[in-house]
């Protein structure tokens, strides 16, 4: 067999063999995977992702397969287009080999949210893997595949990248084209990347990034070549710490790992400045008010009409709809559309939506501020290590708290990224987050390719690919 259809029959069984106890995937598509394969085995052309196997999250569209969004209405519903990232994926020369597990919609942190089940952390099965992403974070850091597309509104793939120990990364709004990933708030919403290391997601963002006319969001902005400086010397880049957010509800031992990474960046030549972002505090109430209120807009689509799950039995369209909603959303969902639709409403519309609005405002003035004295923003990613799956599923405001360090780019529309800096006590990857103002992937990226190779974590999960 020739190269890149062993190396994909390689990936497809780890796939399949280690699905049964992770569930990261939705759907693994051999068949489709392997013609694909041998399609470019005949081409002669050598191309950027040549046969590399990528992942994708199930709420990016797909016409080789289902796109369920992780939830019963639209259940293996299947698109009539592809995304305009899986067709750039696809003309790069890359694989994709199935359809990953999210929290419903993408609302969650600990992938629990799935109408389909949990996915499991390879470091710990008893544990979550972050969310909303999960399932394609869990495809990289249980070494199926070495890069997945995830989507991120609040964090979703930063923070299942820092619970799994691998690299994750959202870029500037406008950086990569939404058209085909589901919406859930369009003014937060981004494809994101997750990789083995920053030079895997530099190639998948170098091969997704760029205008789209089918996307009026993205920007007229050059794509560099993202894989050039990635080994550049850092010396002299200046990285910012808001030490007022080192606070209450962090772990010690990620404040502890985090301030060892500072350490290390430093001794790398980097220079460490101090950095204030007074308006982050209110980061995760304005998110939850904006998220909710654009779900509660983008959601309104899904009423038995168009696509997916009909409720049965009912008489009259009112009914239909009603009855489609309460049996196709899952709790989460309910909650969210709940929310919005409560924030919106003419009483509450002033003291609620467009006051968040405005704080929103000074959050961004706060981090141009910041990046007048800094190149990037250095953070943990996440307040803890992956919680155990149920610790927190009753108790949404403890769950929304684990985005207290993502939701700030989304809202300011900036680049960031995760990687891993270290493991706890109990063997649990910590992550690091690097926050960059607009269009600044190349920094970012560089910054987090030297530390990876000077500061690798050197060990892996329990469960990992053959
Ligand atoms: N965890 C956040 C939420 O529940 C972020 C989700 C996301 O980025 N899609 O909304």
């Given at each position: 067999m020739s190269e890149i259809k062993s190396n994909i029959e390689k990936t497809l069984h780890n796939a399949e063999r280690l699905n049964g106890e992770l569930n990261s995937f939705l759907t693994i598509e051999r068949d489709y995977a392997l013609e694909r394969a041998a399609e470019l085995e005949k081409s002669s052309d050598e191309k950027p992702l040549q046969g590399f196997a990528v992942a994708v999250k199930d709420n990016i569209c797909t016409k080789f397969s289902q796109t369920s969004?992780?939830?019963?209405?639209?259940?293996?519903?299947?698109?009539?287009?592809?995304?305009?990232?899986?067709?750039?994926?696809?003309?790069?020369?890359?694989?994709?080999?199935?359809?990953?597990?999210?929290?419903?919609?993408?609302?969650?942190?600990?992938?629990?949210?799935?109408?389909?089940?949990?996915?499991?952390?390879?470091w710990d099965t008893e544990r979550v893997p972050g969310g909303s992403s999960g399932g394609s974070a869990v495809a990289v850091a249980s070494g199926v595949v070495r890069a997945s597309l995830g989507s991120e509104t609040g964090g979703s793939v930063r923070q299942p990248a820092a619970l799994c120990g691998i690299v994750g990364f959202k870029p500037t709004?406008?950086?990569?084209?939404?058209?085909?990933?589901?919406?859930?708030?369009?003014?937060?919403?981004?494809?994101?990347?997750?990789?083995?290391?920053?030079?895997?997601?530099?190639?998948?963002?170098?091969?997704?990034?760029?205008?789209?006319?089918?996307?009026s969001t993205t920007a007229e902005v050059e794509v560099p070549n993202y894989s050039k400086n990635l080994d550049d010397d850092i010396r002299g880049k200046r990285i910012g710490v808001p030490r007022s957010?080192?606070?209450?509800?962090?772990?010690?031992?990620?404040?502890?790992?985090?301030?060892?990474?500072?350490?290390?960046?430093?001794?790398?030549?980097a220079e460490i400045v101090d950095v204030e972002l007074p308006n982050a505090k209110y980061g995760i109430a304005v998110y939850y008010i904006i998220c909710t209120a654009e779900a509660s807009s983008n959601l309104a689509r899904f009423d038995?009409?168009?696509?997916?799950?009909?409720?049965?039995?009912?008489?009259?369209?009112?009914?239909?709809?009603?009855?489609?909603?309460?049996?196709?959303?899952?709790?989460?969902?309910?909650?969210?559309?709940?929310?919005?639709?409560?924030?919106?409403?003419?009483?509450?519309?002033?003291?609620?939506?467009?006051?968040?609005?405005?704080v929103r405002t000074l959050l961004k003035k706060d981090y141009f501020k910041a990046f007048e004295k800094c190149d990037a923003i250095l953070t943990p990613t996440a307040p803890s290590t992956a919680f155990k799956?149920?610790?927190?599923?009753?108790?949404?405001?403890?769950?929304?708290?684990?985005?207290?360090?993502?939701?700030?780019a989304n809202l300011t529309g900036t680049p960031g990224i995760s990687i891993p800096c270290g493991l706890s006590a109990e063997n649990l990857p910590i992550g690091l987050q690097l926050v960059g103002n607009h269009w600044s992937e190349s920094t970012l990226l560089n910054l987090a390719n030297v530390y990876e190779t000077n500061f690798p974590l050197g060990a892996k999960p329990k469960i990992y690919a053959e």
């Amino acid at each position: 067999m020739s190269e890149i259809k062993s190396n994909i029959e390689k990936t497809l069984h780890n796939a399949e063999r280690l699905n049964g106890e992770l569930n990261s995937f939705l759907t693994i598509e051999r068949d489709y995977a392997l013609e694909r394969a041998a399609e470019l085995e005949k081409s002669s052309d050598e191309k950027p992702l040549q046969g590399f196997a990528v992942a994708v999250k199930d709420n990016i569209c797909t016409k080789f397969s289902q796109t369920s969004c992780g939830s019963r209405i639209l259940g293996n519903y299947r698109p009539q287009y592809n995304a305009t990232a899986i067709e750039k994926l696809l003309d790069a020369g890359a694989i994709i080999i199935g359809k990953t597990n999210l929290d419903e919609f993408a609302m969650g942190s600990s992938n629990e949210n799935s109408a389909f089940g949990a996915v499991k952390n390879p470091w710990d099965t008893e544990r979550v893997p972050g969310g909303s992403s999960g399932g394609s974070a869990v495809a990289v850091a249980s070494g199926v595949v070495r890069a997945s597309l995830g989507s991120e509104t609040g964090g979703s793939v930063r923070q299942p990248a820092a619970l799994c120990g691998i690299v994750g990364f959202k870029p500037t709004y406008g950086r990569i084209s939404r058209f085909g990933l589901v919406a859930f708030a369009s003014s937060l919403d981004q494809i994101g990347i997750f990789g083995q290391t920053s030079k895997d997601v530099a190639d998948v963002l170098g091969a997704i990034a760029g205008r789209d006319k089918n996307d009026s969001t993205t920007a007229e902005v050059e794509v560099p070549n993202y894989s050039k400086n990635l080994d550049d010397d850092i010396r002299g880049k200046r990285i910012g710490v808001p030490r007022s957010l080192f606070g209450e509800g962090l772990d010690d031992e990620i404040r502890d790992a985090v301030e060892r990474a500072i350490d290390n960046y430093k001794s790398l030549g980097a220079e460490i400045v101090d950095v204030e972002l007074p308006n982050a505090k209110y980061g995760i109430a304005v998110y939850y008010i904006i998220c909710t209120a654009e779900a509660s807009s983008n959601l309104a689509r899904f009423d038995g009409v168009r696509y997916g799950l009909r409720a049965e039995n009912a008489h009259a369209l009112r009914e239909m709809y009603m009855k489609t909603r309460e049996e196709g959303f899952g709790e989460e969902v309910k909650r969210r559309i709940m929310l919005g639709t409560y924030v919106l409403s003419s009483g509450y519309y002033d003291a609620y939506y467009a006051k968040a609005q405005k704080v929103r405002t000074l959050l961004k003035k706060d981090y141009f501020k910041a990046f007048e004295k800094c190149d990037a923003i250095l953070t943990p990613t996440a307040p803890s290590t992956a919680f155990k799956i149920g610790e927190k599923s009753d108790d949404p405001l403890a769950m929304y708290l684990s985005d207290i360090y993502t939701v700030s780019a989304n809202l300011t529309g900036t680049p960031g990224i995760s990687i891993p800096c270290g493991l706890s006590a109990e063997n649990l990857p910590i992550g690091l987050q690097l926050v960059g103002n607009h269009w600044s992937e190349s920094t970012l990226l560089n910054l987090a390719n030297v530390y990876e190779t000077n500061f690798p974590l050197g060990a892996k999960p329990k469960i990992y690919a053959e």
